[in-house]
């Protein structure tokens, strides 16, 4: 009731809107009806209508509620393909259940496209192209992928673990140009 007369009160129009970043919205059992809410607001984006989630509980949701409410991309964090490499990323994330919600999702609603986002470190650097492999078998077709960054002056961050993901010069720049030498045919890439 709040977001909806947040919403009536204060937005005239929105061009795009993005359902998650630093919280997983999934974990929301209400995320459906807010995106129904939404999209019968003022705030119905006409442009991009995004969810950005890990993926996890995507099976706990609707996706013929999400279509319904204009929902036309689902944008994954994802750093890895092999399970080990992204639990050291990423903790318990399961890549099993991700890859499962994730083709679920593509037989529900196969016309909204599927990102992966992934920051890419040290750790997972020569993951990437198992990542896209695994993506693309999902009907993923762009991969946005940017190189860790470490501010020291950051209050939030492990210090003592940051400096060892950092990459060496060039090495995302190298990464970047196999990726594209391999699979810029069959997706589309920001790096």
Do not use: W
């Not at 399961?94 to 990102?115: E, H, L, Q, W, Y």
């Amino acid at each position: 009731e709040e977001l909806g007369a947040f919403l009536e009160e204060n937005v005239v129009s929105l061009e795009n809107f993005q359902m998650g970043c630093i919280m997983e919205p999934t974990l929301d059992k209400r995320l459906t009806d807010l995106m129904l809410l939404i999209s019968r607001s003022r705030a119905r984006p006409s442009g991009q209508f995004i969810l950005q989630t890990n993926g996890i509980l995507l099976h706990m949701h609707d996706p013929a509620r999400m279509r319904e409410a204009g929902l036309n991309e689902i944008s994954v964090s994802i750093d890895a393909a092999d399970p080990a490499t992204h639990k050291l990323l990423r903790g318990g994330t399961s890549i099993a259940k991700v890859g499962s919600n994730i083709a679920g999702f593509r037989k529900a609603c196969p016309d909204v496209p599927v990102t992966f986002i992934t920051t890419v470190t040290r750790v997972n650097l020569s993951a990437m192209k198992g990542l896209v492999e695994f993506g693309l078998d999902l009907g993923v077709g762009h991969f946005v992928m940017r190189e860790v960054f470490y501010m020291p002056d950051n209050n939030i961050v492990d210090h003592s673990r940051m400096p060892d993901l950092l990459l060496r010069k060039g090495e995302f720049d190298a990464m970047a140009s196999e990726i594209r030498a391999n699979f810029g045919d069959r997706a589309s890439f920001l790096m």
